[in-house]
């Protein structure tokens, strides 16, 4: 573990993304401060967090939720760097759209000025999504970071709605709450995340990208274009842009993309064990055919990706074996 880099804020720590980034800020020596909904009745087990290596000295757990923004201020207190990444998350309507859509957005605005507030925080990254970017009628198969998601367009596809509304217009928000308040904040926006995980639920997105495997047929639709990244590339890109000192803007993270015939190939020849579709069973598989995206912008600022999709799956389906989902 390298030295002390002073405090820094994740909120969202019992998620895939937050907790694995906790897990390499405490190796690469910060001080973490994050939170947690509120667990009146203690039976949320964080243990998975509590055990990192580090998280004795240099953890500490702070109770807060988006619907009550200054319940994040405590934690925020005293930290050079904050990463928003906590987000409602709702692929099937259980909420009505409009109750998700102003809890991430009046949660997010309330963390900034909470920033705003502590007078320590240097520069906040905010987690948004390849969802924010790709639902448009551009007809562009390559989009960068000036492309972003028709909210009228993504309603009228109906699917995973709120979630592709809500990190499109919470990201427009947060980037205009920054700049009329001269707030240093950078957004990451990545695609599907692949690979290991620490967390105690089944990421979404392993569980999406692992559908052939998983037999989860109900999710092919979202292979037929599939772009990709590894969950420590996701951390690290992160810490990548709390240290840039010239990071601005938006920055697209994603490594590899394939095709839903690709990865039936790749993954029956790499995994015989498992009964993975053939091409020609998945012809009749529609659904709304996504665009690729380029992280040309977050490699031209020097990071470097490290994973690829051999580690992607090694890792994502050894992690599922170990914790009884295959």
């Known amino acids: 573990m390298e030295g ?13 993304v937050g907790s694995w980034l906790i897990k390499r800020l405490l190796q690469d020596g910060y001080s973490v401060h994050t ?34 923004p200054e319940s994040f201020e405590d934690a925020i207190k005293g930290c050079v760097g904050v990463f928003h990444v906590a987000t409602p998350v709702d692929f099937v309507n259980k909420e009505p759209e ?58 009228s596809l109906g699917f995973g ?13 947060a980037l205009e709450f920054a700049e009329e308040h001269g707030l240093d904040l950078v957004t ?8 290991p995980f620490i967390c105690s639920k089944l990421p979404g997105s392993v569980r999406t ?13 979202s292979l037929l274009d599939f772009s990709m990244v590894h969950t420590d590339d996701v951390a690290r890109a992160h810490i990548f842009l709390l240290e840039h000192p010239d990071a601005k803007g938006r920055y697209i993270c994603s490594s590899d993309r394939t095709t839903i015939e690709e990865l039936s190939k790749f993954l029956s020849a790499k995994y015989p064990e498992f009964p993975i579709p053939t091409v020609e069973s998945l012809k009749d598989v529609k659904r709304h055919k996504g665009a690729g995206v380029t992280s040309k912008k977050l490699i031209d600022s020097g990071f470097q990706y490290k994973y690829g999709p051999d580690e992607m799956f090694d890792e ?10 295959l």
Do not use: H
Not at 116 to 132: D, F, G, H, I, P
Not at 188 to 195: C, E, R, S, W
């Open 98 to 155: 409009p109750v998700v859509i102003k809890r991430a957005i009046e949660g997010t605005l309330g963390i900034l000025r909470a920033c705003l507030n502590s007078k320590t925080v240097k520069r906040v990254v905010y987690t948004s999504s390849a969802a924010a970017v790709v639902l448009n009628q551009t007809g562009t198969d390559i989009m960068d970071e000036s492309y972003w998601t028709d909210v009228d367009y993504a309603k």
């Open 35 to 68: 939170t947690v909904r509120p667990d009146p009745d203690r039976r949320r087990d964080v243990s998975f967090l509590t055990s990192l290596p580090g998280a004795s000295q240099k953890l500490k757990i702070f109770e807060a939720d988006l619907s009550n």
């Open 4 to 16: 002390d880099k002073g405090a820094v804020c994740v909120t969202g720590g019992t998620g895939f």
């Open 188 to 195: 990451l926006i990545p695609t599907f995340i692949v690979g």
């Open 316 to 325: 994502a389906i050894q992690c599922c074996k170990e914790k009884g989902y």
């Open 209 to 221: 990208s692992l559908a052939m495997v998983l037999g989860n047929k109900e999710d092919y639709g």
């Open 161 to 173: 709605g709120s979630y592709f509304i809500s990190k499109t217009l919470t990201e427009r928000k």
